[in-house]
């Protein structure tokens, strides 16, 4: 007998089994269709949906943290609690000097102020930053570029714009070059940049004015305050690692309690994005569950349905095995026709659900964020393929196992 496999007429037997009863095959074709296809679509838009969480944090280190000063909870040497107090850049120089943890660092300081340019004009944030803050918040850069250490160092009096803001100035005329005047000072622009992500310090960037913080605090009598420290740590270390070093710089410039956690308040990042994992971990572990359930559905009823052909075909399989057909041409048979069932409503299942998935990117693809990854990846069509595949023979091969037990008396005398 010839190898059932490669045997042409093996596989027009399997045609005309599995279509001797369409409306049971159409059903059973349509559990497993739906099993790969919702299992590929929770696989898939998980991962989209964790792009999508994840581009509100787009082009910050997630690594980073950050501290400003509060109000004292505790009155110590004199003063009494509820002062109010400002770090400044001896404090930052000191945190500097004594930490071996960080990365890049970066001071912030905010100023509100109208901006011209010829009549036009737009009210602005400006934003006092040091040339580490493109390292931890990194921008889009739509022309010219970032304010550098030796605008920092020279005190230049220059400006990257926010796009928004260039937009409002010179009406898609390029800015770069060109003069804008900050409370009747002339800062000459160098760049235009935008955010990335949703998630900002101090405001949006496409709002805001950018200028050397040096520049800022010397030209708007600032003195050496800041309102804001922003970091990032080496690798192994968190943002939590650094606070000892900034009580031990805010404690030794200032009249702060010793006992008073209060009075910095710290930012840490990398705890959200931990928590966001955490959060999509569980997401995909609920969609990995969702989806298995599902798909054993699917599996059962090509169990289900390759029993009830075993049973109409007893008499035949009796007949063929009185005739010398072997046992293993009896499996093959059965299992065949499970095989090529799982394989075509699995395949239809994966083209749809990516079908799905690419709409829905579309739908959520940003200009700027680009796209939030909804789609299958091919390794994950692939295992899901197999374990359709794996399970549907599983599903089969006790009927299998039993069509090839039958004796061919008794079957001849199945009624």
Known sequence: MKNAIFD?????????????????????????????????????????LEGMMKRNFQGFATNMGGCFPQRTTMSYRGFNKGMDWSMNQDDVDFIRRTCPLIEYSSTLNFYGSSVKYGTKSTAGRIMGVESDMFDIQIPVLHEGRVINQ????QTRKVAVLGKNKADELFSGESPIGKFVSIDNIYFKVIGVVSQKSDASIGGNMDDSIIIPSTTMRRTFNMGKNINFMIYTMKSGHTPKDIEPYVWRAVRSNHPLNPNDNQAVWFMDISENFKMADNLFFG??????FVGIGTLLAGIIGVGNIMWIIVKERTQEIGIRRAIGAKPRDIIVQILSEGM????????????????????????????IKGSANFQLQFHSSVTIMLLFLILGTAAGLIPAIKAMRIKPIEALNDK
């Open 8 to 48: 042409w007429e093996n596989w027009r037997e399997i045609g005309s089994t599995l279509s001797r009863n369409k409306t049971r095959t159409f059903l059973t074709a349509f559990g497993i269709f739906w099993g790969v296809a919702m299992l590929a679509v929770l696989w898939g838009g998980s991962s989209g």
């Open 150 to 153: 030796s605008d920092i160092t």
């Open 283 to 288: 997401i995909g572990i609920l969609a990995l």
């Open 340 to 367: 090529i069932l799982t394989a075509i409503a699995g395949i239809a299942g994966i083209c749809f659900a990516t079908l799905i998935l690419y709409v829905a990117d579309q739908l959520t693809f940003d200009p």
